[in-house]
């Protein structure tokens, strides 16, 4: 097997921590890529406006003519040392993330904390009047705010979970997590303010899915629906297994009436667990079940 192969494997087989992993490193190479060919050609002043075409832009009117850019720029980084403490938060509170959350739930809360980062970097440098000198021509990128997103969830529903910090020791991720948030949105707020500000964006997506998950409101729910719907398209095989399944409960009442009363009863013992430990007893396998059951009633 070539070394393509062994990475589209791997791709395939990954969950979502890592293709979000494979997809900021592979749109990094593709960027270098370009960027090289751009200057062995003498043409590297083309190479600005080829990010325009992959970034958020602040100007509205671009943006609505690259309407993709709201997604494109939270994998694009152009700098190795941006890319690399991006992913390198991502895989470790990512890791953390799927044992609480599960792994739907961080590519929901990545997605939107980028989407949420980007649009409200966006309001704010159309609002007031201290971008108005660069309004029409500033740009953002990176995965800083989608990062930011699945930090701040982890440390809001678990926030008296610890990591070890090398030379340091165990520490709460709440900790963690509030200094990383001072130091990259906070400090010196003149400087990168569209980052800063897309920063806010995603901890704030972050804190209010980990707040109401924890209540026992899962708000990203329709979102996924729609992610879920989105990757059928690819997954041509999927539809037609659906379609029999169905069949064959209304072909078979029986079984249909069985497979109800065996779903039944492990929703009461859920239940039964909220009842004598609560809603935070639940393990993210029990939490999804329940969600997933709740919606078919």
């Given at each position: ?48 406006g080829f ?226 430990g609560g ?19």
């Amino acid at each position: 097997m070539s070394i393509i192969d062994e990475i589209k494997a791997s791709f395939r087989q990954g969950n979502a921590l890592h293709k979000l992993i494979y997809l900021n490193i592979g749109l990094f190479l593709a960027v270098q890529i370009v960027r090289i060919i751009l200057f062995l050609s003498n043409s590297y002043e083309r190479f600005d406006g080829f990010l325009d075409y992959l970034a958020i832009p602040s100007n509205l009117d671009v943006l609505a003519r690259r309407p993709w850019t709201v997604v494109t720029y939270m994998f694009l980084h152009v700098d190795f040392l941006h890319v690399l403490f991006n992913l390198l938060w991502l895989y470790w509170f990512g890791q953390v993330f799927i044992q609480e959350l599960g792994l739907k739930k961080l590519l929901s809360t990545y997605l939107l904390g980028g989407l949420v980062g980007g649009l409200l970097y966006v309001v704010f440098y159309n609002l007031f009047p201290v971008f108005d000198p660069v309004v029409e021509t500033s740009i953002a990128l990176g995965a800083s705010a989608s990062v930011m997103a699945v930090v701040v969830a982890v440390a809001t529903f678990q926030p008296d979970r610890r990591m070890h910090l090398v030379l340091i020791g165990p520490v709460k991720i709440v900790y963690i997590a509030l200094v990383m948030f001072i130091l990259t949105s906070m400090v010196d707020f003149s400087v990168n303010s569209g980052g800063k500000i897309a920063h806010i964006g995603g901890a704030l997506t972050g804190f209010l899915i980990a707040y109401y998950y924890r209540r026992g409101k899962d708000i990203t729910r329709g979102f996924d629906r729609m992610m879920d719907g989105i990757a059928s398209w690819f997954k041509p095989g999927k539809q037609k297994q659906k379609m029999k399944v169905t069949y064959r409960r209304t072909a078979n009442e029986y079984e249909y009436k069985k497979e109800k009363a065996e779903e039944q009863q492990q929703i009461d013992e859920i239940l039964d667990k909220i009842s004598k430990g609560g809603y935070d007893s639940l393990t993210p396998k029990e939490k999804e079940t329940l969600f997933k059951m709740s919606g078919r009633k």
